[in-house]
């Protein structure tokens, strides 16, 4: 940490001569406060220079200088992409760059179809904007931002959940300490590993070697929201991996599956201040993160830190008869699964 300006401004004056005035408010005082500020701006600066030369301390930009230098490149948002089901009379036609929309977001539609006799025909579409914003449930896409003559109505059958942020700097530096402190050479498991983590989308990655005998190896991935992923997020592991692997080994990748933690827990609410669905919504979003936080990593949800999450909740003043998937214990977590939360129900 460099030195402030009154800490400069002292050391300028201990080296003038003690028979001059350095009180505040002489020459020398005044003299010396200006150059002062001036040198602990340039000390700012130095600092700040030296730490954009660190991976530790990067940011932005800079990171992706640093990390550039051991082939890694920041992994860029996506835009979610879905089929929906539109209806309307026969001979209507929707256009490439028609929008269709939830409350929340506009999906433009990736391709030009005219209903038939049936009056109903799937197109793909795909969000105007990157990133999760675009994950939205089933049977929410049900707009027509501007109306189109002949289509009645519009929806998505499916949970949209391939839209992922871009990579954040801390996920970016850890896939660089995960590439630089693991010995990957010559297509071992952390070959695998951090083969699998380049794929836009993928969150972290467990490699099974020799999962179906000699010669194979499983990839078992979660996306960067820490849940499982579709068929499509699978296919592109499977496919760049495949690109870049030593030739011999046969290889298989799949999607983590999903471990619903359902919490049941009374809860005494300040309700001065929350309403019930105010003090649960925060509750879900708490023990998400935690979710995400021990995501691959830890082997069993914690009873007790989930108990803490939901006392340190706002809205929360206590809480009894919590359970976990009706259990009042930890929930174990096998090699292949990822907990997510299922709800929470105040009883």
Known sequence: MSDDR?????????????SYDKSEGSFFYDATKPV???LE?????????????FVETATDEYLDLKVAEQGLNRKSATKATTTVTITGSEGAIITEGNLVASDTVNFTVKETKTIDVSGILDVLVECEQSGTIGNVPANTIIYFPV?????????????????????TDEELKQRYFDKIRTPATSGNKYHYRNWAKEVTGVGDA??????????????VIIDSNKTGVDSQLVTDVFDYIEEVRPIGATVTVESATELPINISVTLTIDTNNYTESDVIINIENNVTAYLK??????????????????????GVLDYSNMTLNGGNSNITIADTEVAI???????
């Open 341 to 347: 939360l299922g709800g929470v129900s105040n009883v």
């Open 41 to 53: 701006d340039a000390y700012k600066e130095q600092e700040s220079i030296l730490n954009k030369g």
């Open 293 to 314: 936080e021990i995501a691959f990593v830890e082997t069993y949800v914690s009873y007790a830190k989930v108990g803490s999450i939901i006392l340190d909740s706002q």
């Open 147 to 167: 109306t189109i003559a002949g289509l009645t109505s519009v929806t998505n059958a499916n949970t949209v959940t391939n839209g992922y942020a871009g990579e």
């Open 6 to 18: 009154d800490t400069i401004q002292n050391r300028m004056l201990q080296k003038i001569d003690a």
């Open 206 to 219: 467990k490699i099974f070697s020799l999962a179906s005998g000699p010669g194979t190896v499983k990839a």
């Open 36 to 38: 002062s500020i001036e």
